[in-house]
Structures are given as structure tokens and as C-alpha cells.
């Protein structure tokens, strides 16, 4: 489940980009259209809540790194 929201996180920054985009090449020169200023906050409220839903999920151990190559944990022995 936190994996489809960070997956739907990351979409809706991709579609405020383009709609920055949009508004950049819609509204230039005209100084009282604030669109582009907006869609930067949404922007920056989105990934905002990205971070703090990985920082949730690695927090709480539903995400972390599992890689083939990492060989894990390692006991180690108290010295004799």
C-alpha cells in the first residue's frame, strides 16, 4: 500500500511539472497571471508529503533496501 502511494506521489509531481510547463509558455510576459507560482507550490507541497511518506516507511521498516548483492546482517561474536 505505501508503495502505490509513493508510486502516485511521483505521478502527480510529473503531471504539476507539466502543468508548469503549460503555464510557462501560456503566461509569458503577463505579470499579474500567478498560475506558475502556484503549480511551483503544489509542486513543493507534493514533494513534501514524498519525503515524509518514505520517511515513514523506512522509520517503521516497510521499506528498506533489499538487494541481491547486500549480504545482510551479520552476527558478530563478542571477543574471548
Not at 502527480?12 to 510576459?29: E, I, N, P, R
Not at 509542486?43 to 516507511?57: E, F, H, N, P
Amino acid at each position: 500500500m505505501l508503495k502505490i502511494i509513493i508510486i502516485l506521489l511521483m505521478i502527480a509531481l510529473v503531471a504539476s511539472l507539466a502543468t508548469g510547463l503549460v503555464f510557462l509558455m501560456s503566461d509569458q510576459g503577463s505579470s499579474n497571471k500567478r498560475r506558475l507560482f502556484h503549480s511551483l507550490g503544489v509542486r513543493l507541497g507534493l514533494g513534501a508529503c514524498l519525503l515524509v511518506v518514505i520517511a515513514y516507511g523506512v522509520i517503521t521498516g516497510q521499506l528498506g533496501h533489499r538487494n541481491p548483492w547486500d549480504p545482510g546482517p551479520t552476527l558478530s561474536r563478542p571477543l574471548e
